[in-house]
């Protein structure tokens, strides 16, 4: 198998299927006034986003030229513990489309979660940019990846990381609170399928259900991103299911661009495309043309 | 030689640096307990061992007696009452001094001396110059302090009026005496040795001076072991009654004793009160944190036991920690408190005139203090280490449950409605574990009532001073005559320059009996309209003086047990020494010595003399003053003149020295507490909510809104420790003035609202500081470890 490892490109799908939406106008309007208060508000992108260089934004409606969400380039992430280095990074490309279900997945210690964490703005690399639309994280102050963070990334985790003194509708609240275009906390639990249980606390939940109390806190600002890790790890099979299905019907309804680690190659079924990862480099990546719905995998 | 160490032991090694933070900070504060303990008890032997040795070594007397004139035969008759073993008769004397330099006069206490080396009582202690030659009549030593403070020594001389016949006065030497050890002129509460001096004489050229050749006017008694001290004094009035004498009276109300074991008292008092407070804060903090602490190592424990430690073992390893916290605290609390000790004593001893000072180390009281440093860490922690020794390795190893949240009654009031959920966060975590909450709030609320129990001083001694000095005792001037005058004496004094006011009053000795009860106090009897020295009730307005009846002081209405319409026995010890019944008709308030007041002329009639007085109240011009003092200085009827400006200059300079020693340590100990309970409770949150803390940051939370929800509960915790800390503060500080108060002085307990704005302001200061210092961690949470890990 021969890789171009210099650059990969995951283009847009159309959205395939008859309940899949394009993402709306509206809401890529209201992302594009957060990039420009990340990028503006802070002074640190070179050259802010101007509306009108959005072909969207303008009116007309390419579905295939759109700017990537995320481009990856050349990064490089190195930990030196105790003079001895490990190079869990080393060159990655990539560019993720804006909307797109992107599935990762590779062996344990590949990179995989490096790699969402420095998307997430929780770390930093070594070396390589990573630009969100025009904004250059890797050039970001802790407090500017703070307010990225705040209001257009969506964290769903293997371990839920609940707050566990508040309940389920508060934990969403807390996220509803500081965002600037929020749904209502409800409604987000709604997507998950959790109205019934609002009031309880995560000791009051089994596992499948905090985790999509994870997932309803994630996605109730509306972010432009979703990064999950291992969002099913720690489920069986059955409640997994019912988790990717929230996954997947929030990439839908709201055009949430996402990504998903897993070990569980069967996932990338329902993925617009897999990115294999191996030794902190992409080994491959594998489109997916015939998208199935999460509750029709089983493993 | 190699030394291993067990890897039990590398652990503790490792554990205790992981918590340096922590363990400083809670053996600071054991430190504190320790230390204080051990200056307050420390100080307290060292000066109780010094007294005792000065007492025994300079044959301090038992009994004194006060009398007009006694023939000098009556010793003999003295020295056979039963139980006494040794008799000294002399005579003292108030007399007005001018001393070089000083513009106001002195008041001297003119003291007769004999040989020291007879084995006689009351020896002085010869520390310049020598003792007085035979027969020189106007040489004088004089007490160390007067001399120190008025730069006087042996050649010098200082002017007396000795019973109308102004004198030059040789000064020979310098000395001290076990009487004297806190030199109070008479009607003042904190010695003034610029303006009081004690002055010893020969005998024979008081007794010339005065007019007592072949007599004496005092007496001082030495008791044998085991002689009952009520029936000396019985027998002794018995034999002085017919001299004049006023009323035997035994060490404990010797003005100097009564002083110095009063103060030994208050030592004794905060020993009691203020180490265990530190005690029991520092064994809090090590419960809290101990157990924190086997909660992070659960599985650990549980590993250690598969591994085949056994309980006892793994048990003992933590009990190591905490002894190993313990006993730095001591260490530095011991070294601390004798280095305290030191300083407290030698304080003391400038303070108290004393010629030497013992003090020694104290192993015992250093053992007792490790004894209950130890005890208290043990007892703090035992119930953990005994949880530590149940926990089974199969529980250890499962990951605990994790904290369960319930709705509670918050969730029930619109209360929680309104609340942002971070504030909900902090609501919820206090309520969850609502304990450690109410132990946290107390711990923090006692630095709060140690500071108060301070600094309320400052504010309760300006009540006292406004209502002594500026309600009451109004005048300029108190003058006390040797010997009661006629009352025609007011015009004298109202010629003297810039004297603007003049009223006379007349005081005598008197045992008052009520029942079983019985007091010597002064009868004072006051003009009717007296304007300058005035009388106050209880809610302190004037008092009318009624014309017949005695007016007595609140303490000593409580002490007799009478009240208002009640009657007791006035048995009056000078002149012709009248026997009455007599009613009470009111009560008066008092802060400076207790008393019955009458009407002046009620108690001439009384007395069966024409109308006389002891002495005069003046009010004078302040301009004038230098005139005054020169005219004041030469009169010959004069045994003292007291000055109001002095009394509160030298009030205030003592109680400024020894309050701000006192407020400052109390400030840096406080401090050590504040900053303990919020250093380790805001470490224990961290470390208990970190996970929390970190997923926030995670979701876009700022690090001062995660800072927010991090010290919310402790901020919260503190407005409430703030008035609950007042309050026992406010409650310390009476049972403080319970102890202090006294026949002598009573200081009124006023708080005064600055003293608590201070008490809150170190606290809150303290505490914000601690608290800063544990934010700057959020900075340091690791985000991406809390993601990786299950809880
Ligand atoms: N804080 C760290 N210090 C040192 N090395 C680290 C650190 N975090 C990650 N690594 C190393 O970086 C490499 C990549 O780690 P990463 O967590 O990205 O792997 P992963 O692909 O997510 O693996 P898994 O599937 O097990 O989660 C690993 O070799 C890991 O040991
Ligand atoms: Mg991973």
């Known amino acids: 198998m021969s890789i171009d490892p210099n650059r990969r490109r995951v283009s847009l799908c159309p959205p395939d299927g008859p309940n899949q939406q394009p993402p709306e106008l509206s809401h890529i309007n209201a992302f594009l006034r957060g990039a420009l208060r990340v990028s503006a508000a802070h002074g640190l992108n070179s050259r802010p986003i101007e509306a009108t260089e959005h072909p969207l934004v303008a009116g007309s409606q390419p579905q295939t030229e759109i700017a990537p969400a995320f481009r990856v380039r050349g990064l490089t992430k190195t930990y030196q513990t105790d003079g001895i280095a490990v190079h869990a990074l080393r060159g990655v490309d990539l560019d993720i489309a804006t909307g797109e279900l992107l599935v990762l997945v590779g062996p344990s210690g590949s990179g995989k979660s490096t790699l969402l964490n420095i998307l997430g703005g929780l770390d930093k690399p070594t070396e390589g940019d990573v630009f969100f639309h025009d904004a250059a994280l890797t050039r970001m102050t802790t407090s500017d990846l703070t307010t990225y963070r705040r209001h257009h990334v969506g964290f769903v985790f293997q371990f839920y990381n609940l707050i566990p003194s508040l309940t389920a509708v ?58 999950c890790d291992e969002p099913t790890g720690a489920l069986d099979s059955h409640t997994g299911i019912v988790v990717l299905e929230a996954i997947e019907r929030v990439n839908r309804e709201l055009g949430t661009t996402t990504a998903l680690i897993t070990h569980n190659a069967a996932i990338g079924m329902m993925a617009h495309a897999t990115v294999r990862f191996h030794d902190g480099k992409i080994a491959g990546i594998e489109r997916n043309p015939n998208r199935q719905p999460a509750n029709s995998i089983s493993w | 030689m190699t030394v291993t160490i067990s890897p039990l032991d590398r652990k503790l090694l490792r554990d205790l640096w992981h918590l340096r933070g922590q363990a400083i900070a809670i053996a600071l504060v054991l430190a504190a307990g320790v230390a204080l303990f051990v200056t307050l008890l420390g100080t307290m032997r060292s000066l109780g061992d010094t007294r005792d040795a000065y007492y025994e070594r300079y044959r301090f007397a038992d009994i004194f007696a006060p009398v ?42 003119l003291v007769s001396q004999v040989d020291p080396t007879t084995g006689s009582l009351n020896n002085i202690v010869l520390r310049s110059g020598r003792l007085l030659a035979p027969g020189a009549d106007d040489e004088v030593i004089i007490s160390n302090a007067f001399a120190d403070k008025n730069d006087l020594g042996p050649g010098d001389s200082i002017k007396a009026v000795l019973n109308g016949r102004r004198q030059q006065l040789r000064i020979v030497g310098t000395a001290l005496s076990p009487e004297f050890v806190y030199a109070l002129s008479p009607g003042t509460i904190v010695p003034d040795d610029r303006r009081f001096g004690i002055l010893w004489m020969n005998r024979d050229a008081l007794a010339a001076a005065f007019d007592l050749e072949g007599a004496f006017n005092a007496v001082a008694l030495k008791l044998q072991r085991g002689a009952s001290e ?7 009035d018995r034999i002085l009654a017919p001299f004049g004498g006023t009323g035997a009276f035994a060490r404990q109300d010797q003005t100097s004793h009564f002083f110095l074991t009063g103060e030994l008292d208050q030592l004794a008092g905060f020993s009691r009160l203020i180490p265990p407070i530190f005690l029991a804060v520092a064994a809090f903090l090590l419960n809290i944190v101990v157990t924190r602490l086997i909660a992070t190592e659960r599985e650990q424990i549980g590993l250690l036991k598969a591994f085949g430690y056994s309980d006892i073992a793994v048990a003992t390893h933590y009990a190591k920690l905490v002894l190993a916290i313990t006993a730095a605290g ?57 949880r530590i020794m149940r926990l089974t390795p199969a529980v250890a190893m499962s990951p605990p449950a994790p904290p369960s949240y319930r709705h509670s009654w918050l969730d029930h009031r619109s209360l929680i409605a309104w609340l942002g959920q971070p504030s909900r966060m902090i609501l919820r975590h206090i309520t969850r574990w609502p304990l450690r909450a109410a132990l946290t709030t107390i711990g923090l609320s006692m630095p709060v009532a140690v500071l108060i129990t301070s600094f309320f001083f400052f504010g309760a001694i300006e009540a006292f001073i406004d209502f002594h000095f500026d309600q009451t005792a109004r005048q300029d001037v108190t003058m006390t005559f040797f010997e009661p005058s006629q009352a025609d004496v007011r015009r004298t004094l109202a010629h003297l320059p810039g004297v603007l006011a003049v009223e006379g009053y007349r005081a005598v000795p ?113 301009a004038e003053e230098e005139r005054l003092y020169r005219a004041l200085k030469d009169s010959p009827a004069v045994a003292g003149v007291a000055l109001r400006r002095t009394a509160l200059e030298s009030l205030r300079d003592t109680l400024a020295e020894n309050l701000l020693i006192s407020v400052t340590f109390t400030t840096a100990f406080a401090t050590i507490i504040a900053f303990g309970v919020v250093y380790n409770s805001a470490r224990i949150a961290l470390s208990e909510q970190g996970r929390e803390l970190a997923s926030l940051r995670v ?38 003035l319970h102890g202090l108060n006294n026949d002598l002085y009573r200081i009124p307990l006023v708080v005064t609202p600055a003293t608590y704005g201070y008490a809150w302001t170190v606290v809150v200061v303290a505490s914000l ?12 949470l690791d985000l991406i470890a809390v993601l990786k890990t299950r809880e």
């Open chain 2, 330 to 386: 001591i260490i530095v609390g011991l070294a601390a408190g004798t280095w305290l000790g030191l300083s407290m004593t030698s304080y003391y001893t400038r303070f108290f005139q004393f010629p030497f000072v013992y003090f020694r180390p104290q192993p015992d009281l250093f053992a007792f203090a490790t004894a209950i440093a130890v005890a208290a860490a043990l007892l703090a922690t035992a119930t953990t280490l005994r």
């Open chain 2, 510 to 622: 008197a045992k008052l009996t009520s029942g079983t009860r019985q007091k010597r106090v002064a009868i004072t009897g006051y003009p009717q309209g007296a304007d300058l020295s005035r009388l106050l009730d209880g809610a302190l307005q004037p008092i009318t003086l009624p014309a017949e009846g005695l007016l007595l002081t609140t303490r000593l209405a409580d002490f007799l047990a009478a009240r208002p319409g009640d009657t007791v026995t006035v048995s009056v010890m000078e002149g012709r020494r009248p026997t009455r019944e007599m009613p009470v008709v009111g009560l008066i308030e008092s802060y400076l010595g207790i008393g019955a007041y009458m009407d002046l002329a009620a108690l001439n009639r009384l007395m069966l003399e024409g109308p006389v007085l002891s002495g005069a109240y003046l009010m004078t011009d302040a």
């Open chain 2, 699 to 736: 979701l876009g939370f700022t690090r001062g809104e995660v800072t927010y929800i991090l010290l919310g509960e402790l901020a919260i915790l503190i407005l409430v420790a703030l008035p609950i800390g007042s309050l026992i503060g406010y409650g310390l500080a009476a049972a403080i």
């Open chain 2, 769 to 780: 500081l601690s608290s800063l210092i544990v934010a700057r961690r959020i900075g340091q």
């Open chain 2, 230 to 236: 009520p029936a000396v004094i019985a027998a002794v």
């Open chain 1, 170 to 227: 508060e934990n969403v609240r807390l996220v509803t609170e500081i965002a600037t275009d929020p749904m209502s906390p409800e409604d987000a639990l709604a997507m998950v399928d959790l109205t019934d249980r609002i009031d309880h606390f995560p000791s009051q939940l089994s596992g499948g259900e905090q985790q999509r109390v994870a997932i309803a806190r994630a996605i109730a600002k509306r972010p432009e991103v979703l990064l």
């Open chain 2, 68 to 109: 007009k004139r006694a023939p000098n035969q009556l010793r003999v008759e003295l020295a056979r009452i039963h139980g006494v073993a040794a008799v000294q008769t002399r005579i003292f004397s108030g007399v007005t001094l001018d001393v070089p330099g000083l513009a106001e006069p002195a008041t001297g206490q």
